[in-house]
């Protein structure tokens, strides 16, 4: 297979399907890894700390900017990431997750343009990343490109099945084609089904649980859309009271 020459500098990639080459995520260096551990231990504020002692004035570190933005995205601070996604994109070394985030904090800053350009980039670096065909598929379901829509999330569907790490987001995934089906199609019992199939992958996607109750009751079953509605309330309830 040809290789179309992915340069991970371009900011506008061409579509992920073209690209062959790739580059493998390097894993963090070792001054860096605890600071990853505090974010995933939902303490950003002190991976923040232990970041900034790790950086140098010497060059940009591609992944201690990528671990500051990270630190801001997990609190939704996506105008506080984005600075640093963008350093992290733009330092000599390359780390293709950097794109990822600056996708995601430029879709949460309602520019979606731009994030569809970087997500589009992720998948030249990375391209069996199914949350990045997922972003785009929001984004063309926002635009209601139906049809790009459906081929983005089928596409993260099919990279993510099996993946016990990727239960999540295989569902969110099916959550969203059953939108697709409902306003292009106007197929409510595939559209229904495609929501029971995600609920049965993550049970805690509430608001696929209420949307596959609407749909139920407009399909005329009122007592099992009821079932439905209420097991989407309790986890709905229990997230909210999540710590």
Not at 53 to 58: C, F, G, L, P, S
Request: overall charge negative; aromatic content about 6%.
């Amino acid at each position: 297979m040809a290789t179309l020459g992915c340069d991970p500098k371009t900011p506008t990639a061409p579509p992920a399907a073209a690209v062959t080459q790739a580059i493998p995520t390097p894993p963090l260096e070792p001054s860096l890894r605890e600071a990853f551990v505090f974010i995933e231990q939902g303490r950003p504020d002190v991976a923040r700390v232990r970041v900034r002692r790790a950086m140098t004035d010497d060059a940009p570190n591609a992944q201690a900017a990528f671990l500051m933005g990270l630190a801001h995205h997990v609190e939704r601070r996506h105008a506080k990431a984005l600075p640093w996604f963008e350093q992290s994109c733009a330092a000599p070394d390359v780390y293709p997750p950097a794109w990822h985030f600056k996708g995601w904090a430029l879709f949460w800053l309602g520019r979606p343009d731009e994030a569809q350009s970087a997500f589009e980039h992720h998948l030249c670096l990375t391209p069996d990343e199914g949350d990045s065909h997922f972003a785009i598929g929001l984004i063309e379901l926002e635009r209601a490109n139906w049809d790009e829509a459906e081929a983005r999330f089928n596409r993260a569907i099919q990279l993510q099945e099996g993946r016990d790490d990727r239960v999540d987001g295989q569902a969110k995934a099916m959550a969203r084609l059953a939108e697709v089906i409902e306003q292009r199609d106007g197929d409510l019992e595939r559209a229904q089904q495609l929501l029971a199939e995600a609920l049965d992958l993550q049970g805690d996607l509430h608001e696929a649980g209420f949307r596959r109750a609407r749909l139920l009751r407009r399909l005329g079953r009122v007592e099992e859309a009821q079932v439905v509605e209420q097991s989407a309330r309790s986890a709905r309830d229990a997230q909210a009271h999540s710590p």
